[in-house]
């Protein structure tokens, strides 16, 4: 399977590649090559980043201590979106916007070869940043690098037979992820991304963020593996 991309690129880059258990520099450092690589043939990069492990930590801490809301779990997540973004920043540094993308219509005209992106507002995920920046910069699709290297068609760390789709299309997609967003939840696409990319048209291409081998293969048009979904 190929996909042909333009000269805008957007990701959504899981915060669990970044930020495992700890910050992952050979992760970090073999991005930003690929990523140079993929500049000098002309390209630019929107890189909306998640929150990660560091989310999860002060998410689960401020749960320890008592009741908490999803908006309070939000605005966690989304800081800890920040703290990453500015970590992406520094690493890209020489090409990069200064200015971290953290609200909508913030940047219209992508001046770097890098903008760097964060969470938004409560309610939205950093899926739906990503979609939402394809959207308003009018480009076909985003990239959920993350930890799936497919959507399945039930959860394959519970069923042994579950089975990759190449290609679905928004619909059937939906109609096996949940319908509402919770803090913290786990599709690769989520369902307010998903709502917005269906309505939209616009397609997201899930695969595995730790194969960056498969990455580049996907974005220099050779045959790579993952799920288009549009």
């Known amino acids: 399977m190929k996909y042909q991309f333009g000269k805008i690129v957007v990701i959504s880059l899981g915060g669990s590649i970044v930020y495992p258990k700890d910050i992952d520099l050979l992760f970090l450092k073999n991005f930003k090559k690929l990523i140079e690589g993929e500049i000098r043939k002309g390209r630019k990069f929107v890189v909306v980043i998640g929150g990660g492990h560091l989310a999860r930590i002060f998410q689960q801490a401020a749960e320890h201590m008592g009741s908490v809301t999803d908006e309070d779990k939000d605005w966690i997540g989304i800081h800890a979106t920040r703290l990453n973004a500015q970590l992406l920043r520094t690493v890209f540094k020489k090409i990069a916007d200064p200015i971290v993308f953290d609200q909508r219509k913030k940047i219209t005209k992508l001046t770097h070869s890098v903008t760097i992106a964060s969470g938004w507002r409560p309610g939205w995920s950093t899926d739906f940043v990503a979609a939402a920046i394809a959207k308003d910069l009018k480009v076909g699709e985003y990239l959920e690098v993350g930890k799936p290297d497919h959507v ?69 048009g050779r045959n790579f593996k993952g799920t288009i979904i549009q």
């Open 152 to 220: 399945y068609d039930k959860d394959p760390s519970i069923y042994r037979d579950a089975k990759p789709f190449e290609t679905i299309s928004w619909k059937d997609y939906r109609h096996l992820i949940p319908r509402e967003w919770i803090p913290g939840s786990h599709s690769p696409v989520d369902p307010i991304a998903a709502k917005l990319s269906s309505n939209a048209g616009i397609r997201s291409i899930v695969l595995d963020g730790r194969d960056l081998k498969n990455f580049q293969n996907l974005l220099g």
